[in-house]
Nanobody, 122 residues
């Protein structure tokens, strides 16, 4: 069974950096044909895709966030990390990591972390 677990601070001050780590067990983040993804859900709103890092190690970001974010990985720890810079209260959301199939192999998210609440407030 694949498991994903988000971790990081639950409170971040405006203008600072939100940093979250997803720890994966049951599969390697280098396994072919998976995207390791970050998704968020602001209060009262739907899910918003943030970005992902391919099994090959290349990141890809939402056009609306790409100028102030990065996704990286540590294969020795089987972890991948989200950094979102210059945050505002509008970045308050539940943040999820998830595994996505390559689009050429059906797409979709088959495993999710439980989500972690991040509040941006002074």
């Amino acid at each position: 069974q694949v498991q994903l677990q988000e971790s990081g601070p639950g409170l971040v001050k405006p203008s600072q950096t939100l940093s979250l780590t997803c720890t994966v067990s049951g599969d390697s983040i280098t396994t072919n044909f998976y995207y390791w993804s970050w998704i968020r859900q602001p209060p009262g709103k739907g899910l918003e895709w943030i970005g992902y890092i391919y099994y090959s190690g290349s990141p890809y970001y939402s056009p609306s966030l790409k100028n102030r974010m990065s996704i990286s990985r540590d294969t020795s720890k089987n972890q991948f990390t989200l950094q979102l810079y210059s945050v505002t209260p509008e970045d308050t959301a539940v943040y999820y990591c998830a595994r996505k199939l390559h689009n050429n192999y059906g797409g979709g998210y088959d495993y999710w972390g439980q989500g972690t609440q991040v509040t941006v407030s002074s």
